[in-house]
């Protein structure tokens, strides 16, 4: 899928179909790996922000769900779709 660049004023926005990501034009002259890019993003979601603190307030609270519970769900789902046969 062939990507877009587009400048308008003080933002920059990558375009690849329905799904677009902006940020300030000084973000992106500045950073200097992909990485600080997706960083600089998370920390301005406040959808990702939210999900974050309720995940540290559960674990605070111990209310979480025990790995091997996680792992044993994850490993049904991929057998069940065949996929980890070999596992």
Do not use: C, H
């Given at each position: 899928?062939?990507?877009?660049?587009?400048?308008?004023?003080?933002?920059?926005?990558?375009?690849?179909?329905?799904?677009?990501?902006?940020?300030?034009?000084?973000?992106?002259?500045?950073?200097?790996?992909?990485?600080?890019l997706?960083?600089?993003?998370?920390?301005h979601?406040?959808?990702?922000?939210?999900?974050?603190?309720r995940?540290?307030?559960?674990d605070?609270?111990?209310?979480?769900?025990?790995?091997?519970?996680?792992?044993?769900?994850l490993?049904?789902?991929?057998?069940?779709v065949g996929?980890?046969?070999?596992?």
């Open positions: 899928m062939r990507k877009k660049i587009v400048i308008e004023e003080d933002k920059t926005s990558y375009q690849a179909g329905p799904n677009v990501i902006s940020f300030p034009v000084t973000v992106f002259e500045t950073a200097e790996s992909k990485e600080e997706e960083d600089w993003l998370l920390a979601d406040y959808k990702f922000i939210k999900k974050m603190k995940a540290r307030k559960n605070l609270d111990d209310e979480f769900i025990p790995w091997e519970k996680v792992k044993k769900n490993l049904g789902i991929l057998f069940a996929r980890f046969a070999d596992v």
